[in-house]
C-alpha cells in the first residue's frame, strides 16, 4: 500500500510596512502578505511584486548571500534581504522595510552606492614587485592568512550604510572611504608581495581613518562575519601610531642613520628638515609628505617638527630622551574641531592629474 504525501504547511498571513517614493520623497505602505514555511524577506519581497505592488524597485541578483545586491533595513538593521529569515521575527511582529539610509534613494529599496565605487577608484591598487611577472608570484598561506579574510567581502555596503562617520553626517563623505575601504588598505598593507609602503599614511591622510573611533557597528552588520574593527581598522590605527607617535620608532630611525655622512646627518635646508619627520607616517620622505598634502588639504600648514641636531657621532643629546612630547605632531594641529567643515576638505588621487576649474 503506497505512502500519501504529508499536506503542505499552509502559510500565515503576516503584516509588512515598505517604504515606497523616490528622490522627491515618499512613505511607508502597508501590505498582508502570505508568507510560507522557510521563507526569507526577499521572497516577500517578489510576492508583493507578483501581486499587490507590481511596479516595486528592489536590488537582487543571487538570492544566495553572495551578490550583496539586497542590501535594505528590516526593522532599522541594515541587513541581506536574501538572508534574513522570516522564522526570526515573531508571527504577530510587524515587519519595516526600508532602503539603506546612508545613500540616496533613487526609488523604492533601489539607492545610489556610486558613492563607493568613487571610493574604490581612489584607494591605490596593488602593487606588484617590478623584477616579478605575473605568472611568478610565490606566496606562503602562513604569509596570506591575515588578508584572506578581508578578501570574504562581497560589497554589500552594510558595513558603509552602518557607520555612524557617514550615516549621521553627509559632510564627511568627500573625507572618509568607510570601512569597506580600510579592510581594502589593510589587506594590501598586510599583503607579502604588495610593495607599496604607505599604505598606512594613506589610510589616515586621505581614507579618514581617524575618523572611526571603533564602534564595531560595521562589524555587527557583516553578512561573511569579517571581524573589520578587530582584524583591520584597530590593527592599522595602531601601525598608525606607532610609525608616527612611538618614540623608540622615531629613535630606531636616528640610530640607523649614523652611517650617514655628516652632511647628511645635519642638513641646512628647511624642506630637508621638515622632511626629517613627516606627518604623514614613518616613511619619513618628502614624497610622503607630498601626497599626504594632495590627498587632504587641510587649508592652512600643518605644523613640522624638526629634527634635532645630533653630534658628529650621529649620537642625540640627553635632552632628547627626557623629552615630554610626542614624536610628531597631530596632524590636524591644535586649532582643528570636528567634524571637519566640508568646504575645507578636497581630494585628489596621486596618480590622477590635477583638474583646472
Not at 135 to 143: S, V
Request: charged share 25%; glycine share 6%; hydrophobic share 30%.
Amino acid at each position: 500500500m503506497g505512502t500519501q504525501d504529508a499536506p503542505a504547511k499552509a502559510g500565515t498571513t503576516r503584516h509588512f510596512r515598505v517604504w515606497r517614493g523616490d528622490e522627491t520623497g515618499g512613505d511607508l505602505t502597508d501590505y498582508q502578505v502570505q508568507v510560507n514555511e522557510g521563507e526569507v524577506v526577499l521572497d516577500v519581497i517578489h510576492r508583493l511584486q507578483a501581486t499587490e505592488a507590481p511596479d516595486l524597485a528592489c536590488r537582487w541578483n543571487c538570492k544566495a548571500g553572495k551578490c550583496g545586491s539586497c542590501s535594505m533595513e528590516i526593522n532599522g538593521m541594515p541587513r541581506l534581504g536574501c538572508m534574513t529569515r522570516m522564522s526570526t521575527f515573531d508571527e504577530a511582529e510587524t515587519v519595516t522595510i526600508t532602503p539603506l539610509r546612508t545613500f540616496p534613494v533613487i526609488r523604492d529599496l533601489v539607492t545610489d552606492v556610486s558613492f563607493n565605487y568613487e571610493k574604490a577608484r581612489e584607494t591605490p591598487a596593488f602593487a606588484p614587485p617590478t623584477d616579478l611577472a605575473p605568472g611568478e608570484y610565490r606566496m606562503q598561506q602562513l604569509d596570506v592568512e591575515r588578508s584572506q579574510e578581508f578578501r570574504k567581502c562581497i560589497e554589500c555596503f552594510l558595513c558603509q550604510n552602518t557607520c555612524h562617520v557617514v550615516r549621521d553626517h553627509e559632510e564627511n563623505k568627500p573625507a572618509f572611504s568607510g570601512p569597506r575601504y580600510f579592510i581594502r588598505a589593510a589587506e594590501l598593507d598586510m599583503h607579502p608581495l604588495d610593495t607599496k609602503t604607505d599604505r598606512k599614511e594613506y589610510a589616515q591622510a586621505s581614507q579618514g581613518l581617524g575618523y572611526c573611533n571603533i564602534t564595531k557597528c560595521c562589524t555587527e552588520v557583516c553578512p561573511e562575519h569579517i571581524k573589520i574593527t578587530d582584524n583591520a581598522i584597530i590593527p592599522m590605527k595602531e601601525r598608525v601610531v606607532d610609525r608616527r607617535y612611538d618614540p623608540l620608532v622615531w629613535l630606531g630611525s636616528k640610530i640607523f642613520r649614523r652611517g650617514q655622512s655628516e652632511v647628511e646627518q645635519t642638513p641646512h635646508d628647511p624642506d630637508q628638515i621638515n622632511a626629517a619627520h613627516s606627518h604623514a607616517g614613518g616613511s619619513h620622505g618628502a614624497t610622503a609628505e607630498a601626497e599626504a598634502e594632495r590627498g587632504v588639504h587641510w587649508g592652512r600648514q600643518v605644523p613640522q617638527p624638526q629634527a634635532p641636531a645630533v653630534d658628529s657621532r650621529g649620537r642625540l643629546p640627553i635632552s632628547e630622551f627626557t623629552f615630554d612630547k610626542p614624536a610628531a605632531p597631530s596632524p590636524f594641529g591644535d586649532d582643528v574641531t570636528f567634524p571637519i567643515p566640508a568646504q575645507d576638505l578636497n581630494y585628489a588621487h596621486p596618480k590622477q592629474p590635477e583638474q583646472k576649474d
